[in-house]
């Protein structure tokens, strides 16, 4: 019997001191710095992008129509590879303006020249033989002649966006070249050369 009350008198205490609960001791000082882990393996190089992200502005300088019916034809990049190709052919939006009496001019569209002559004047750009063109046609002329008369412009830009994201803003004024080259990060200092082009 004494046992058995020495056990609960053992036990009973025991629970006691476990239920009992001192103050935290002092954090201790920091350990030293660990030694640098070995550098990760670089990884493998991305295949490089078709056609590349930027938009880029062409310029003919000042020039007249020299097609039929002033008609204009620019070669803008030549020498494509096949999947350049389909690339330049769908993957690029192309937007036209037209200089004349200083003022830039949204194609499609009018243009006024001196002694308040107007054309109208609409393209289309694609694939020729490797070399990626755009077209301008003449649609309508302020004098009604049959035969389009030949119109000479201060300069016509062409602004190339691979980014087909950027071109679907309606944030962006595009009928505007300034408002177009400002939004996309453009300036004139860099201009690519465009060359009249005959079709093969």
Sequence with gaps: MFKKLLMVICVCFV??????KGDDGAVGPAGA???????GATGATGAAGTGGSSAIILTTGAITGTGTGG???????????????DF??????????????GVWW????NVQFAASAVSGFTFVHGVDSGTFFVDIFTTGNSEGATTAPTRSFDDIRVVLLPDTGA?????????????????LGL???????????RKK
């Design 15 to 20: 629970l006691f001191l476990a239920g009992c």
């Design 33 to 39: 710095a660990g030694a640098t882990g070995a550098t």
């Design 71 to 85: 008609d204009l034809s620019f070669a803008l990049v030549d020498s494509l590879t096949a999947d350049e190709e």
């Design 88 to 101: 330049y052919d769908s993957g690029v939006a192309v937007l036209v303006y037209a200089k004349s009496l």
């Design 106 to 109: 949204p194609l499609p569209g």
């Design 167 to 183: 071109r679907l803003s309606a944030d962006i004024n595009w009928s505007s070249y300034d408002a177009t080259i400002k939004a």
């Design 187 to 197: 300036t004139d200092v860099s201009l690519t050369k465009a060359s009249l082009y």
